[in-house]
């Protein structure tokens, strides 16, 4: 069963985000928000502003780090003010979308990308 696909795979399709979730009890550690903030850090750079470029505004982006250690981690190096900077949308460090629980979860007909280890039908709130 394939549970993931290679975004050059998926790019030439313009397929519409509505969601993106930087949330994960497995993928969301100080390093990956880090690694996620650097996007945003190098978009910048490469446009010559020091301003963090903005989410779309039809994207929301929901981010949770592992844990609140994690979390406090990514706030002192930055890297979480960055994603907020970005428009990031910050859920509690906890169990949530990927799971089906709480904020942020997809509704009939939207597509969301996940930095969760576990994307395949059924997760953030999906039942298709």
């Not at 290679?6 to 100080?30: D, G």
């Not at 945003?40 to 929301?60: C, L, N």
Request: a positive charge; glycine letters at 10%; one cysteine or more.
């Amino acid at each position: 069963m394939k549970i993931s696909t290679p975004l050059s795979e998926l790019a030439p399709k313009n397929i519409k985000v509505n969601k993106a979730y930087i949330v994960s009890c497995t993928n969301s550690r100080s390093s990956d928000l880090k690694a996620a903030a650097k996007v945003f850090q190098d978009a910048a750079k490469a446009s010559g502003s020091r301003e963090i470029p903005k989410i779309a505004d039809h994207v929301q982006l929901y981010i949770a780090a592992a844990s609140t250690n994690e979390q406090k981690i990514a706030e002192k190096e930055g890297s979480w003010q960055t994603l907020l900077d970005a428009g990031g949308i910050p859920l509690p460090a906890a169990c949530g979308p990927c799971i089906g629980l709480g904020q942020g979860l997809l509704k009939d007909g939207e597509v969301g990308i996940s930095s969760s280890n576990r994307n395949f039908k059924g997760r953030m709130g999906s039942r298709r």
